[in-house]
């Protein structure tokens, strides 16, 4: 019912920035609360950050919080600028739904999109 396609990954050196957008189409946009997640090869996914439905509410992982900033705009589009990155967060990075009032890592995620690659090198 949700469709996502991420954008904005590519290759930055450690230390640099770069910032990753999610568009979504086939429902409103402020019906889901959405967010980030990431795999590394050989590394089970991870969640990164989320957003609540109404934009209000954010939820960040340990690794990237004081970094990373999620947000969405009125436009069904989704964000995650991501300062200072470190080899760590090399991965593909997805985005994902879940209900309005549930952001964090232990809701109910899905409509996954295909995901984009950040390759961060030293």
């Known amino acids: 019912q949700v469709q996502l396609v991420e954008s904005g990954g590519g290759l930055v050196q450690a230390g640099g920035s770069l910032r990753l957008s999610c568009a979504a189409s086939g429902r409103t946009f402020r019906s889901y609360s959405m967010g980030w997640f990431r795999q590394a090869p050989g590394k089970e996914r991870e969640f990164v950050a989320g957003?609540?439905?109404?934009?209000?509410?954010t939820s960040y992982a340990d690794s990237v919080k004081g970094r990373s900033t999620i947000s969405r705009d009125n436009n069904n589009t989704m964000y995650l600028q991501m300062n200072s990155l470190e080899l760590e967060d090399t991965a593909v990075y997805y985005c994902?739904?879940?209900?309005?009032?549930?952001?964090?890592?232990?809701?109910?995620?899905?409509?996954w999109g295909q995901g984009t690659q950040v390759s961060v090198s030293s």
């Open positions: 957003v609540s439905g109404s934009g209000y509410t």
């Open positions: 994902a739904t879940s209900s309005p009032y549930c952001s964090g890592s232990g809701c109910q995620w899905g409509n």
